[in-house]
């Protein structure tokens, strides 16, 4: 009964920007660690962006500078502005929550495709 559900994805031309939102129900949001993951077509999935239930944030070296993530404890939701997108940023991009020794769950991915 636990689910993310991503929403924001889209076309976008290069240096454009988009927000991602991911809804989380089924956890006590605040008590875990959120994420945002990506996956490229023929690639591995890779951490985009971290947020613990605090604030503190850890990113990705490409996105640095570019990508913000955000939460919001009493909405459930956890956010990713996308500024100054790059083709190379095209990937399903997937919401994830974790805590140590509870639980380690995936929203079903949202397509950013950033061409012109």
């Known amino acids: 009964q636990v689910q993310l559900v991503e929403s924001g994805g889209g076309l976008v031309q290069p240096r454009g920007s988009l927000r991602l939102s991911c809804g989380a129900s089924?956890?006590?949001?605040?008590?875990?660690?959120m994420g945002w993951y990506r996956q490229a077509p023929g690639k591995q999935r890779e951490l985009v962006a971290t947020i613990t239930g605090g604030g503190s944030t850890n990113y990705a070296d490409s996105v640095k500078g570019r990508f913000t993530i955000s939460r919001d404890n009493a909405k459930n939701t956890v956010y990713l502005q996308m500024n100054k997108l790059k083709p190379e940023d095209t990937a399903v991009y997937y919401c994830?929550?974790?805590?140590?020794?509870?639980?380690?769950?995936w929203g079903q991915g949202t397509q950013v495709t950033v061409s012109s």
């Open positions: 994830n929550s974790h805590r140590q020794r509870e639980g380690n769950y």
């Open positions: 089924g956890i006590i949001f605040s008590r875990y660690i």
